[in-house]
């Protein structure tokens, strides 16, 4: 007897222009009055979002699955990457509403990217030194050493002062604005964008 074919996920809507910021919007609607939307589920769902953003190749997230690793185990990862991108979520979110940095969200921030660094070694390429990862593929923890790695890139980076958020009130998206003239107001114009267009014209028709 067959077993039915599980339906192919979503692939993660990646519209911020830094993987950084993109972990931040996986937890959607933040803001809404119903309660967020959790978009990281599982660990499969992470690895998913690690080798979309760039972070992971397949490769790499195929043998970070298949790895001999519990079931606890991958629940602990899963909780640790949510609890970096909660610390990281409340240092962005501050510095966009121009308030005081917390301090335990840069501590658990700093903490994270300690332990990073103790997985990366100086190599040669082209006759020049540059920074590697050790063992990524065998080790249940590289998503959560990776995306602390592009926290702290993002942050300490001089691009981190294009950093907006949508201008719907219940998503608030976090993204990088490279427009032109710095005016993008929304996450996707095609989803928050249209249906801020649509209400304000049966507003004005109701008028």
């Known amino acids: ?76 990862v ?40 103790f997985h990366r070694h100086l190599t040669a390429e082209q006759r020049r030194p540059v920074w590697s990862w050790r063992g990524l593929d065998c080790q249940v923890m590289a998503p959560v050493w990776l995306l602390a790695q592009a926290a702290v890139d993002f942050l300490l980076s001089e691009g981190s002062s294009q950093l907006r958020c949508c201008a719907s009130e219940t998503c608030r998206w976090l993204f990088l604005d490279a427009s032109k003239n710095q005016t993008r107001r929304w996450c996707d114009m095609k989803v928050c964008g249209n249906r801020m267009k649509a209400r304000r014209f049966y507003a004005r028709k109701a008028e």
């Open 1 to 76: 007897m067959t077993s039915p074919e599980q339906p192919i996920p979503k692939p993660f809507e990646l519209v911020a222009g830094h993987a950084a910021l993109d972990l931040i919007n996986t937890l959607d609607n933040r803001f809404c009055e119903t309660g967020p939307e959790e978009l990281l589920a599982s660990y499969d769902d992470l690895l998913r979002f690690a080798s979309q953003s760039g972070l992971l190749t397949a490769h790499q997230a195929k043998k970070l699955k298949c790895l001999d690793a519990s079931e606890a185990e991958r629940a602990k």
């Open 78 to 117: 899963l909780q640790k990457v949510k609890e970096l991108r909660e610390a990281l979520a409340a240092i962005a979110y501050a510095q966009l509403d121009g308030k005081n940095l917390s301090a335990s969200a840069l501590v658990t921030l700093e903490d994270y990217f300690k332990q990073a660094s």
